[in-house]
Each structure stands twice: as C-alpha cells, then as structure tokens.
C-alpha cells in the first residue's frame, strides 16, 4: 500500500496542532504503524515534544534549497516505529528563499518523493506552521489530506473557513487536484463550559461526518508532557489525554483504511 501523507494544519496558533500531531504519530507507531513525523515548523515543537534536541543543520532547510537529500535527515526517536525528519530555527528562513525560486510550491513534494518510495513508512505526518505561508502551502502540495484541529472556542469556524478556501484553491489551480480535509479534530474541550458544548455543535452542524467523534480535552497532563518530551502516551498512559488520542488514532486508522 502507498505511503499516505497527511498533514497537519490549523493557521491559528495554540490549538492543539502540534500536540495532535505528536501524540497521534505516536499512538499510531504504538498500534504497529510505521510513522515519519515531520516536522516543518520552525519553532520546532514537535521535535522537543519527542524529546530531541533542536540541532543546527538537522532539519529539511538544506534539501528544500536543493541542497542534499531528505533521506539523510530522518532520525529515530525513542519509539518503536516512529522516526522522526526534525525542524530547528533555521527553516523561518526558507519562506524567503522559496519565494524567489521556481515551483517554490513543489519544493516539499520533490523532497519527500524519494522517502515515499522506499516504501519504509505506512504514513508521513508533517507539522505545519501556525501560518498560511510559503511551507505550510507546501506542505498542502505534497500531502493527499489534510487533518484540522479545532479549538473549542469562539472563532473556531473562521479558522477553517479559511483553510476550506485555499484547499479549493490548491485543487483548482492543479497544484494538487487530489487534496481534501480527512478530518477535523475538537482540542481543548472543556466539559464543565457550554462554549465547548456550543462548538462541537456548531461545527458538527457545518462539516457533518468530516469531525471526528472523539474530542481531546483540556487537560494538565496533556500541556505538561512536551516539557518532558514525552507523548502522553508514555508521560501519563492512564490520563483522558492519553485515552482521548488511542480513540481518535482508531478512528483516523478505519478513517485512511492504513
């Protein structure tokens, strides 16, 4: 089967982006999936949240330049089936540099395609910038899906308004004909308000089946684990956070038929 490569997306910071995309690489290799978790965020979050260092010259800046191979960038984290392409500080520059270069939207999807093809990963998961920029479009070139997660709060339904939109746009320009939303995930519910209630209503009304039906709930345990850089599986196996993401790993599993 084709590796599937999905990202991870919101353009609103603290939302629980990174957090989903850690823990559900993680709950996925832990279930026997073969993950890459790759992360194109410059501040790198993703990569301290499993417990690496953020190390100059290990992240894809160079490859994505042209410069070297992504191959040579992949890194074993501490779990079983689960590597790992790190970010540093150094991919803030790339935005720049990509503008000013030909297929500067292609730049992700050339990169990855030898990856993809030694068939070593059942799926790639990249951790998109908290923008609409440069990489987290490339990021939406390279991918089949997307997956969204949504905050429990107010303005939750503008943010996804605007990523439907220029998922549209990257099919209908032919940058990547093929690209949908697999999903949208809640973060951050609080059972004890009726904000969160209202929300996860209001969002089921507009996406329908497109919203996962496990919310991830606000929790301590689930902030506190990237300190340690540990997934919450690990830092706290017994947690709501950790039960919330083994339920919301089968559904996306039955989801992408991986």
Partial sequence: MPTRVIA???QKGGVGKTTTAVNLSACLASVGKRIL???????ANATSGLGLE??????????????????????????????IIPSEVDLCGVDVELARSENHLQ???????????????????IDCPPSLGILTLNAFAAAESLLVPLQCEYYALEG????????????????????????VVMTMFDGRTNLSHQV????????GETVFETVI???TRLAEAPSFGKPIIDYDKYSAGAAAYEVLTQEFVERLKL
């Fill in 107 to 125: 730049r992700v999807k050339t990169i990855l395609n030898p990856i993809l093809e030694t068939g070593r990963f059942d799926a790639v998961i």
């Fill in 37 to 43: 978790l790759f992360d194109l965020d410059p501040q």
């Fill in 217 to 219: 709930p606000r929790t």
């Fill in 160 to 183: 996804i308004s605007m990523i439907t939109r220029i998922v549209n746009q990257i099919r209908d320009s032919g940058v990547n004909p093929g690209l949908h939303i697999v999903g």
């Fill in 200 to 207: 996860v209503h209001e969002v089921r009304e507009h996406f």
């Fill in 54 to 83: 953020k190390t100059e010259g290990a992240s894809a800046y160079h490859p994505l330049l042209g410069e070297g191979s992504l191959l040579d960038k992949i890194q074993k984290t501490n779990y079983t089936n689960l590597e």
């Fill in 8 to 10: 991870v997306a919101n």
